[in-house]
Structures are given as C-alpha cells and as structure tokens.
C-alpha cells in the first residue's frame, strides 16, 4: 500500500468501517486485523485514520483480552504518527484518552493506556513524548487500582531516559515509592538511575532521527 493507491485504501476503509462484527468473539482475528493494520497504517490518509481506523481499533481495544489489547494499541500509537499535522495529532491522542478514561473497562484501559505510553517511547521523539504523552501516564500515579500503578511503577525505568527531567517524573516517582502496596513501592525501590548514562550516543542518534522525521511531516506542507 501507499498513498498512490487511493482506490484500494478507500476500499479498505469501506471495510474498517464495519469489520468489527466479523472479528467479535475471535481474539486471533482481532489481533491479526491489529497487526496488519498497524503494519500498514501509514498508507492511510489521516481523515481516515481519525474518522475509521481508530474507532474500529476502540472497539477491538476495549473488548479484546490483554493479546488483542496489546497489538490494537500498538496500532493506534502507530496511527497518531501518521498525522502531518500537530493540533489534529494532538487532538486525535486527547480524544483517544478521554474514550479510554470513559471506557465500560476504565481499569483495564488505564492499564493499556500504560502500554500505549511504551510504544509511543519507541514511536516518537523524546520532545513530542513530554508533550503530548507524559503528564497523562504519569498522573496514573494516583490511581485507585493498584495494578494500575504497578504497572507505571514498572514503566518507570523507560519513562526516565525522556521524562527524567520533568518535575512530574520526579513527583510520580516519589509517589510510587511511598505506596500502600508493597508490590508497587517495591517495583520502584533503589531506583538511582543517572538519565544521563542512560542517552547513550546510540540513543541519542535514534532520538535526533526521529524527531528529524517528525518535523519533516509537520512542515511538509508549508
């Protein structure tokens, strides 16, 4: 696929659009439909994404076992770097958010949410991280379900080579260790992490790419 294929694209979304009821009840179908989609999202045009894509993969999302849930927000976190435009990307993941946040399984969703925090460390540059995917994950510090901030207590060590400097790094983590969970404080316990040691020049070069690339599509049409 890509964007030289229109029809085929607009024949796929067609089919986006209601490819929830033949996958309902198959956890294999589901994560297949993810993995392909993500494999191709790019191909994609981003009315289609925000207006078909995503939705179909909510759905997959919010109903599927931890498998499905997995692969369809790795879909999703891939989706949102497909947009050439920041204020609709940025749309796109606060809107994304609050439907997870009022999710009929918010638990389950704040916990892929968390997963969705992990890809997008791989997906996007450490600048665009801080700014749109930070401070939502790290405010799960307060949660009301310990498994949910096991698993950001889990996630910090990732977290700190990006968010290392942000004073809500610092914050949540200080939160963590002081949990009324053994578990949770535990997952944080001698954590003495340099952020430093951590940007290694292999990092680093990664992180300089991407956040070329990122910068490339947001002024490509300018």
Not at 65 to 77: E, L, R, Y
Not at 96 to 124: D, Q, T
Not at 151 to 161: C, D, G, I, S
Request: hydrophobic residues 45%; proline residues 5%.
């Amino acid at each position: 696929l890509d964007h030289g294929h229109a029809e085929t694209v607009g024949q796929l979304g067609g089919l986006l659009k209601t490819i929830y009821p033949h996958v309902e009840g198959s956890w294999r179908m589901q994560k297949l439909v993810s993995d392909e989609i993500a494999a191709c999202v790019h191909a994609f045009p981003p009315a289609l994404i925000f207006g078909v894509i995503e939705p179909a993969l909510f759905k997959i999302l919010e109903n599927g076992m931890p498998v499905v849930q997995d692969a369809s927000m790795d879909a999703i976190v891939r989706s949102f770097a497909c947009f050439d435009d920041e204020i609709h990307r940025d749309q796109a993941v606060r809107e994304f958010w609050c439907s997870c946040a009022n999710s009929k399984h918010p638990y389950r969703m704040r916990i892929a949410m968390i997963h969705g925090a992990e890809i997008a460390l791989e997906v996007f540059s450490s600048v665009t991280f801080r700014a749109v995917f930070a401070r939502p994950v790290l405010g799960l510090r307060n949660d009301p379900i310990s498994n949910v901030r096991l698993k950001l207590a889990r996630t910090m060590l990732p977290l700190l080579t990006v968010c290392g400097e942000l004073d809500e790094f610092h914050e949540t983590l200080g939160v963590l260790s002081s949990d009324e969970d053994v578990d949770v404080r535990d997952a944080v316990a001698d954590f003495e992490h340099d952020v430093v040691d951590l940007r290694t020049p292999l990092w680093q070069e990664r992180d300089n790419a991407k956040l070329s690339h990122e910068r490339a599509l947001y002024t490509k049409k300018t």
